[in-house]
């Protein structure tokens, strides 16, 4: 034992196992380091590697043979779905990539400094700020929780016994799909599914009918076996940029009817409309739970594209037929992503705000998902004494106010604030010419991130 590290590891109580350098006390994985030493790998940002060995790793790294054949295909651009840094909330239909200096995303712990470094009075004035605009634009959002007869063989669980199968999980599948069924984007007649397909020029018998789908950050594909399972989609896009396994594609591929193409790629570089199966391919976008910007990324991915190209490319039937999106991890937004700068700017919101407001995100989920949250919304805050704090002798500020508050208030403004970022996106959509709504398509029982955004192109539904 002699030989071993001296690093202790507070979880699993004891010292860590591996064998220490001969100099020194501890392991590779634990020996002190210089920060200044070691940099981010430029084919990986993910690790890190010695700077005086980067010349070297960038020849090996596992990752180069895949970015190499990233690179190679012609729908990745880089950053083309990035957005802008800058604060001016201009058109961001010609978004330029992103510069070195805006590369760097905005941690959580640089989120909490900067909103902990904030007097007690601008924390109360933006608290306010924050229940003025909720109470103002957050009024029309319903529950929508759907249970679509097509669905009935995954909820009764009348599919192959190989798929896993976890209850929360499908029922808000199937209730993503409810809602696309309840604006008229899938169709069911008669209790038998309709899906019309396509022509060889891109048209279909039924304006009605959706002849593919591109499900973005679709993981292991399980919404999209649903949606195959249950409506006969034929064309599949799985857009996913990490690898995994026990992944859907093998029952999908089974389908012999089912045309699939998994796109490993991160949406930020995805070039929609240089996906060559895809064009002149009417479509519907879908995803579920999709992690902060990822959100913001995919709808740049399909409007910003869809509305530069209208005019030229509308009789092709190159377009979006409609979406839904499961938001999620709202904590993990970025300005320089976030798809409706100009709304916030509008409401009297700064960069720095934005990011506190995501922060605040967070505090939503802290309480217990297995209880009910349902009257969160009806709540509210009680925070006008805070001012009067500041005064007191050894009061520790706004870290020492958000530490001492309730649970529950904090869960009620991390609510606010999710519902006040997707209420920005829900106008961009608008904005776009889209008929869109954002709804609770789930319980808080089930999943206390239960916003959905829908829409259809009206004209073409």
Request: charged share 25%; glycine share 6%; hydrophobic share 35%.
């Amino acid at each position: 034992m002699e030989n071993r590290c001296s690093f202790w590891l507070p979880k699993k109580k004891r010292f860590c196992a591996n064998f220490r350098f001969n100099d020194s006390m501890f392991c590779g994985n634990h020996n002190t380091r210089s920060d200044a030493e070691w940099v981010p790998c430029p084919i990986d940002p993910s690790h890190t590697v010695l700077s005086e060995n980067l010349e070297g790793h960038m020849k090996r790294c596992p990752l180069l043979k895949q970015a190499q054949s990233l690179s190679s295909q012609p729908f990745f651009q880089k950053g083309i779905n990035g957005g802008k840094d800058d604060e001016d909330g201009g058109d961001e239909k010609g978004a330029m990539v992103p510069t070195l200096a805006s590369l760097e995303n905005t941690t959580s712990v640089m989120k909490r400094n900067a909103v902990y470094s904030m007097s007690v009075t601008e924390f109360s004035k933006l608290i306010n700020k924050i229940q003025s605009i909720h109470s103002s634009i957050c009024n029309d959002i319903r529950d929508s929780h759907k249970v679509p007869e097509a669905c009935d063989m995954w909820i009764k669980r009348e599919v192959d016994r190989k798929l896993p199968f976890q209850e929360k999980h499908v029922v808000q599948q199937a209730s993503i799909l409810g809602n696309l069924e309840e604006i008229g984007i899938l169709k069911t007649s008669s209790g038998n599914v309709v899906m019309e397909q396509c022509d060889s020029d891109g048209s279909s018998g039924d304006d009605n009918g959706v002849p593919a789908v591109v499900e973005f950050g679709a993981g292991r594909g399980y919404l999209t076996q649903m949606l195959a399972d249950c409506y006969g989609i034929k064309k599949v896009f799985l857009v996913e940029r990490k690898s995994y396994k026990l992944k859907a594609d093998r029952t999908l591929r089974q389908k012999e009817s089912l045309i699939l193409e998994r796109l490993r790629i991160d949406i930020e570089d995805l070039n929609l409309k240089a996906v060559e199966s895809l064009q002149g391919v009417p479509y519907l976008a879908i995803g579920k739970h999709l992690c902060g910007p990822a959100t913001d990324l995919s709808l740049r991915c399909c409007l910003a594209a869809q509305s530069s190209q209208d005019d030229a490319v509308q009789g092709s039937g190159h377009y979006l037929r409609g979406l839904a999106i499961a938001t999620c991890c709202h904590h993990l937004c970025q300005w320089k992503h976030y798809i409706n700068k100009k709304y916030f700017i509008n409401l009297g919101i700064t960069k720095e705000e934005f990011h506190a407001i995501t922060w605040f995100t967070s505090w939503a989920v802290d309480a217990d998902h297995g209880s009910d949250l349902s009257d969160i919304a009806g709540c509210t805050l009680h925070l006008q004494s805070i001012e009067k704090k500041e005064c007191v002798e050894d009061f520790g500020g706004v870290a020492e106010i958000v530490q001492n508050m309730e649970a529950t208030e904090r869960a009620v403004l991390g609510f606010m604030c999710k519902e006040i970022i997707d209420m920005g996106r829900l106008m961009w959509v608008k904005e776009q010419g889209l008929e869109s709504q954002l709804v609770k398509y789930v319980p808080p029982t089930i999943s206390p991130e239960n916003h959905l955004l829908i829409a259809r192109h009206a004209n073409h539904l």
